[in-house]
């Protein structure tokens, strides 16, 4: 039970880290990023390839992250000056072209065959969940400080009308680029953890599937809310892992039916709380203005 | 030269179905319809069910499946986009990538992840002896298909969208829906109509590509990149302008595997399309606005 319950704990710690990131991109400053998942592949390959031309891992980490934050805003900057459609399916596409890439030069990637023995920052499946755990909570502590901070303030008067925050005298662009870039590197985090917690990485464990999960724990969490985001992830990312255990009960579905079943929950999960709750179950942080008593 | 040009105008064709399918929703709705290869998986499989499964000739497989894809877009539409009429384009973006998350999983859980095929006939490839001056040319028998079913829809497409009231009633919704709504234009039918319309399209694709190719859940997700990139080269808003990035789209990713090997397709249509998200984000025919 309890290697299950530490995979488990890494599985929520790294999801929650990923959806922080997209809290950044999407609650925050409304970039949505459907190439989430090629991010995280991104920073999980450059990570485990630099351990294996014997880097540090912690130097790894942080060029990895580093360099995922640099790529965000580079891919961002083909289409962040059109709406908000553009910038979904640049991102998906430039994710999906990575895959392939990923696939198909051996000599970069070993395609197929997968990296295996990345080393990790720490020793252990429970330092190392500790680790994951003190990450979260740092990236947590820093993006409810950015919500607060002015950045905060101007991302979300970008979402909500970035005509309205130009005319304000916002540079709506910079800032943007610079909202994408940081939860890039935070996407960027989440997938050298991923590397460096299953110590061997290849093509088919990143797909589309990773962010529709981190849209799902932002959408459910409430958007801008990281409380309600690290809520959502521990409630709902346990739920959905926990169907796992149906399979040696419903004997007669295979695994990958089930497999199919729980993301066709997903799905629904995603349309059901755009339809009936849009709003998330956590509010985000408003800066109340005047007699705080009075009001509301 | 010849033989890649026909190649890449009927890959082209193969594209041109979803991508006015995607186009027609996004000039009436305004919103990029994510779950349009999911919906092309859908119905490429539930003429695999009537073809395969029923036992039924493939023509009236399609005859049958292509109307029911129609169906299935409207029913999602009254299930999903409905209740989410009114919201932002973003959230309704995101809606459709949970629809397409449950279509193709349902696929993947009635059908399974291994690869299908129709049930088709063999037939030897037409030869052109003529034209063998300019490097001859050989025409499968699913290209014949392709090409059939291709112009057929496209023709039937254009001239409901040129000359029926429905046609006209769409365009004035696409160009000015609150004007169409007080000239009396019902805006829940015209949308339903174009969910038809756009859901059936992507069935004939899912056909052809089916036709072409084999049958897996991932097929529709594999196609959405290069019908985004031609559905924006044509001008998103212009549905029948689709059909002609469709086009230049298939010419151009045939004409890229004589230097680029061919699993890099995804990549060339990621090529172009960001090369014209730079340069020029409204398309071809497209009118400088609304990208902004």
Known sequence: MAPYFLSLMMLIAIAGIAALGLNVQWGLTGLVNFGLFGFYMFAAYVCAHLTKSSFDPWLAMVVAVVLTALASACVSLISIRLSDDYLAIVTLGAAECLKLVVI????????????????????????????????LGGVFVLFELVARAPLGRAARAIRDDPLVAATLGKHVLALRLRLFALGGGAIGLAGCLHAFYYQYIDPTQFGPILTAYAFMNVIIGGRGSNRGILLSTFTVVLLLEGTRFLNDYVAWLSSSQLAALRLMLVGLGLILALIFKPEGFVREYRLKVGRSSGAS | MLQILFNGLVSGLLVALPALALALSFSILRFANFALGAMLTLGAYVIYFFNVVL?????????VGIPLGGLIAVAVDWLVYLPLRGRSGVTLLVASMGVALVMENAVRFAAGGTPLGYDVEPARPTRFPSLDVLGGLRVNHEQWLIAAVGLSS????????????????????????????????????TVAAMWFVSGALATAGGLLIGLDATLDPQMGWNYLLPVFAAAILGGIDKPMAAVFGALVMGVASELSTLVIPSHYRTVVAFGVLAALLLVRPWGVFGQARVTR
């Open chain 2, 55 to 63: 036992g039924w000739p493939i023509q009236f497989a399609a005859l």
């Open chain 1, 104 to 135: 198909h030069e051996e000599w970069l990637t070993r395609g197929s065959l997968g990296i295996s023995n990345i080393a990790r920052p720490v020793a252990g499946d429970a330092p190392l969940l500790l680790l994951t755990l003190a990450l």
């Open chain 2, 154 to 189: 496209l023709v039937v497409v254009w001239a409901l969208f040129s000359y029926s009231r429905l046609g006209r009633a769409m365009r004035a919704v696409a160009d000015n829906a609150a004007l169409a709504a007080v000239r009396g234009v019902s805006l829940n039918r």
